[in-house]
């Protein structure tokens, strides 16, 4: 958070004068309102100069927060579509979820990920659990495990296995690379697709895919159409979590040198 000099005022002192510590004020969010940013305001004295005191006034505004926030509020309009769609099939939902319960796989990826790296916490790099913290809250969402694996190869990544808390992973060159407010963009991003679920949603439009080309005749040509669409979904999943994370950053300009 940053702090932003408002102006200055001047006080005359005509006898020795003992305003020498900051004051400060912090005004809540409106009750009911679906945002909340607490505003704090403060005068600190600066210097002392022929009898009269220069006060400087300052704000400092909490990154604003989303009451309520849900996933269709900022998804991207074909990645809305394609949900709807997935959601209308009944069963669906059971059944892919029943089929990705405990898998072998996603055993592997966990555990692997548990040897290989760091997991983050206030005690345990302070300033990313607090990156993390920060943008849960923003997009109302539970914050999920943070780990830091090293690794020269920009990038994140999160997992969501059934039945256990799901992470976010960021590779240490990462870390290295980005500033502060790149870096919470990034989580930002990947708690995204926490929040839209696309883990689940997109694994099952692969598995509609693959059982097209089983089916005979028309199976290869409907398959082909499914992968078409698959595609364009990856891109509107990708362009709704950077929404997400420009919600978390709150200014395009600390996001220009990621997209």
Request: hydrophobic letters at 45%.
């Amino acid at each position: 958070m940053a702090s932003l000099v408002l102006s200055s005022l001047c006080f005359t002192s005509h006898k020795p004068c003992s305003f020498t510590s900051s004051l400060r004020f912090s005004f809540g969010a409106l009750t009911g309102s679906r945002f909340a940013a607490p505003l704090t305001v403060g005068f600190r004295p600066e210097k002392r100069r022929n009898g009269r005191i220069r006060v400087s006034v300052y704000s400092r505004a909490s990154p604003l927060v989303f009451r309520d926030l849900d996933a269709d509020d900022f998804r991207h309009p074909l990645d809305k579509q394609n949900t709807l769609i997935l959601k209308a099939i009944p069963g669906l939902n059971e059944l892919g979820r029943a089929l990705l319960a405990g898998t072998v796989t996603e055993q592997i990826m966990l555990l692997e990920n548990i040897g290989t790296s760091v997991l983050v916490s206030k005690d345990q790099l302070p300033e990313l659990h607090k990156m993390m913290i920060e943008a849960a809250g923003i997009l109302n969402i539970e914050s999920p495990d943070l780990y830091v694996r090293q690794s020269p190869v920009p990038n994140a990544y999160t997992l969501a296995i059934s039945g256990k808390k799901p992470f976010v992973v960021i590779h240490t060159s990462l870390v290295e690379l980005l500033t502060r407010n790149e870096l919470q963009a990034v989580l930002a991003h990947e708690l995204g697709h926490l929040k839209c679920d696309h883990g689940v949603w997109l694994t099952f439009a692969n598995l509609l895919t693959l059982g097209a080309y089983t089916v005979p005749g028309l199976g290869a040509f409907l398959a082909q159409t499914l992968e078409e669409q698959l595609f364009r979904w990856l891109r509107a999943a990708e362009l709704t979590c950077d929404r997400a994370a420009l919600l978390v950053a709150q200014d395009p300009k600390r996001l220009s040198s990621l997209f």
